[in-house]
């Protein structure tokens, strides 16, 4: 059967019109997922710590954190290639679990991926101060240039999918040199470590009151930041083409390249520091920095510079991307206050409106930045929401699954009973990885911060979750969702559809 008809047709039986437009390749989809996830920003957030907690061995914990992810992919995959619909997660946990259900999933992953721009803002402002500023970094200057990050991210959005794809390009090729090349090259020319050194911790257990395991398992909630993202593939399903196929296939490949930059980048870095000790000891602010000047030589400098901050402009780009097709869901829905405006799509064919509001609220969140403690906790919250999202839509399609609800065959992306299987595994892993993040641990809290930066995580969650609650009790926005859209069914007809 033809999947242009099949596409046309398949928002009609959801009970929504085609808006946005399909202009969206295989191709731009993987850029939009690669770019999300963004090896560069996931090592640059996991390397420092991970050395600090498990000393060299860190490397091992992003191998466990891929291959838990890897699960979650997978289960990912099949709900994307049965309900091709833009929303994502929100529109696969209302389907399968409930609308009540399907706005706190909505609510806290709109919650989290706000947190995620502002925190890779602020990130890369340190980046765009390094290009072009000498002297400190005030918290002011911080803030303000991660104003600019946003910005800049929302202009390039405003003007159409097509220049975000070439923008997004450009951050593949930047990542590629800035992570592949240079990695490849630290492995071949500037070798200062044997293998042998991925298992030692040199003494980074002490952090850990002198437990090596505890020490692990820190590195491990920490590693788990550097596999996000994914599911903004998912986001863009209605302005793909052939969705059903090339999402799940967008999103694995995406999925397993950066987890293959990751660790390349990681183990490279790992065997190139002269010094590793010094990375433990924290004496060594920024090894992947360290071990690539040290190893290209001084005037490597602001090049290296430059291509990870276009790397931290893409990944910037991407986020706003998928948040604003989030919020445009929603609101297309009736799920938000102000619906009819969110959901309006502009001449350009995207939704212009959600994604200002994503911006002005992302740049809000940076004012947490004049106070380091509080940008330290909306960073840990950034993690730690995702992962409360990844285990419900795992629990849900599990549930789903075995009551008959959902249907994993009606999909062209099915893996029979293995499917089953990986689902299991994969709530089993989120369940221990989303206690493990969200364990209260002094040793990853500011030196001078408070009770609340121990307890950020729960804390940030528990207020979302329970304002969740009250508006669904208080605005009942289940009662307010469009009859089309209301009573149409878990599996469309077009589950029929088989792959050519």
Same mark, same amino acid.
């Given at each position: 059967?033809?999947?242009?008809?099949?596409?046309?047709?398949?928002?009609?039986?959801?009970?929504?019109?085609?808006?946005?437009?399909?202009?969206?390749?295989?191709?731009?989809?993987?850029?939009?997922?690669?770019?999300?996830?963004?090896?560069?920003?996931?090592?640059?957030?996991?390397?420092?710590?991970?050395?600090?907690?498990?000393?060299?061995?860190?490397?091992?914990?992003?191998?466990?954190?891929?291959?838990?992810?890897?699960?979650?992919?997978?289960?990912?995959?099949?709900?994307?290639?049965?309900?091709?619909?833009?929303?994502?997660?929100?529109?696969?946990?209302?389907?399968?679990?409930?609308?009540?259900?399907?706005?706190?999933?909505?609510?806290?992953?709109?919650a989290s991926a706000v947190a995620s721009l502002t925190t890779v803002a602020y990130l890369g402002a340190s980046w765009l101060h390094m290009l072009f500023g000498d002297g400190t970094l005030s918290?002011?200057?911080?803030?303000?240039?991660?104003?600019?990050?946003?910005?800049?991210a929302l202009g390039i959005n405003l003007l159409g999918v097509n220049p975000v794809k070439h923008f997004l390009n450009a951050g593949i090729i930047a990542e590629g040199v800035a992570s592949i090349?240079?990695?490849?090259?630290?492995?071949?020319?500037?070798?200062?470590?044997?293998?042998?050194?991925?298992?030692?911790?040199?003494?980074?257990?002490?952090?850990?009151?002198?437990?090596?395991?505890?020490?692990?398992?820190?590195?491990?909630?920490?590693?788990?930041?550097?596999?996000?993202?994914?599911? %903004?593939?998912?986001?863009?399903?209605?302005?793909? #083409?052939?969705?059903?196929?090339?999402?799940?296939?967008?999103?694995?490949?995406?999925?397993?390249?950066?987890?293959?930059?990751?660790?390349?980048?990681?183990?490279?870095?790992?065997?190139?520091?002269?010094?590793? #000790?010094?990375?433990?000891?924290?004496?060594?602010?920024?090894?992947?920095?360290?071990?690539?000047?040290?190893?290209?030589?001084?005037?490597?400098?602001?090049?290296?510079?430059?291509?990870?901050?276009?790397?931290?402009?893409?990944?910037?780009?991407?986020?706003?991307?998928?948040?604003?097709?989030?919020?445009?869901?929603?609101?297309?829905?009736?799920?938000?206050?102000?619906?009819?405006?969110?959901?309006?799509?502009?001449?350009?064919?995207?939704?212009?409106?959600?994604?200002?509001?994503?911006?002005?609220?992302?740049?809000?969140?940076?004012?947490?930045?004049?106070?380091?403690?509080?940008? %330290?906790?909306?960073?840990?919250?950034?993690?730690?929401?995702?992962?409360?999202?990844?285990?419900?839509?795992?629990?849900?399609?599990?549930?789903?699954?075995?009551?008959?609800?959902?249907?994993?065959?009606?999909?062209?992306?099915?893996?029979?009973?293995?499917?089953?299987?990986?689902?299991?595994?994969?709530?089993?892993?989120?369940?221990?990885? %989303?206690?493990?993040?969200?364990?209260?641990?002094?040793?990853?809290?500011?030196?001078?911060?408070?009770?609340?930066?121990?307890?950020?995580?729960?804390?940030?969650?528990?207020?979302?979750?329970?304002?969740?609650?009250?508006?669904?009790?208080?605005?009942?926005?289940?009662?307010?969702?469009?009859?089309?859209?209301?009573?149409?069914?878990?599996?469309?007809?077009?589950?029929?559809?088989?792959?050519?």
């Open positions: 059967m033809d999947d242009t008809r099949t596409d046309a047709g398949e928002l009609a039986e959801y009970g929504y019109q085609q808006e946005l437009k399909r202009t969206l390749s295989a191709w731009a989809v993987f850029a939009i997922g690669f770019a999300t996830i963004s090896p560069v920003v996931g090592v640059y957030a996991v390397v420092q710590l991970g050395f600090v907690f498990a000393g060299p061995a860190w490397i091992w914990a992003v191998v466990v954190a891929f291959l838990g992810q890897l699960m979650v992919a997978v289960v990912y995959a099949e709900l994307s290639s049965q309900f091709p619909i833009t929303g994502g997660v929100y529109q696969w946990v209302r389907r399968l679990g409930g609308p009540r259900l399907g706005w706190l999933v909505g609510w806290i992953y709109l918290a002011a200057t911080h803030v303000l240039l991660g104003v600019v990050f946003v910005a800049v090349a240079v990695s490849v090259f630290l492995l071949v020319f500037v070798h200062n470590n044997g293998f042998g050194i991925l298992f030692e911790t040199l003494g980074a257990e002490s952090v850990s009151g002198g437990s090596a395991l505890a020490g692990f398992l820190t590195a491990l909630a920490v590693a788990g930041w550097a596999f996000l993202g994914f599911d %903004a593939t998912t986001q863009v399903a209605e302005e793909t #083409e052939h969705p059903r196929r090339s999402v799940p296939r967008a999103l694995l490949r995406a999925y397993l390249f950066v987890a293959f930059t990751v660790l390349l980048t990681g183990l490279a870095v790992t065997l190139a520091l002269r010094k590793p #000790e010094d990375a433990v000891s924290g004496a060594l602010a920024d090894p992947v920095f360290t071990a690539v000047t040290q190893g290209l030589g001084g005037w490597s400098e602001k090049p290296f510079i430059l291509l990870i901050l276009i790397a931290f402009f893409a990944c910037a780009i991407s986020i706003q991307t998928y948040i604003g097709r989030a919020v445009y869901s929603f609101a297309r829905d009736r799920q938000l206050p102000f619906s009819s405006k969110l959901a309006t799509v502009g001449p350009r064919q995207i939704p212009y409106v959600s994604l200002i509001a994503t911006a002005v609220l992302a740049s809000l969140g940076l004012l947490l930045g004049l106070n380091g403690n509080a940008a %330290a906790t909306l960073i840990a919250f950034g993690s730690g929401g995702f992962y409360f999202i990844f285990l419900t839509v795992a629990v849900v399609a599990l549930v789903a699954r075995l009551t008959g609800r959902w249907n994993p065959a009606a999909g062209l992306f099915k893996l029979g009973r293995t499917g089953l299987v990986i689902n299991v595994l994969a709530v089993v892993w989120l369940l221990f990885e %989303a206690v493990n993040i969200a364990w209260p641990r002094v040793e990853l809290a500011p030196a001078d911060g408070s009770w609340v930066q121990v307890w950020a995580v729960i804390l940030v969650f528990s207020v979302l979750f329970v304002a969740g609650l009250l508006y669904v009790a208080i605005a009942k926005p289940h009662a307010k969702l469009p009859a089309a859209a209301a009573t149409d069914p878990a599996t469309p007809t077009t589950e029929k559809v088989k792959a050519p």
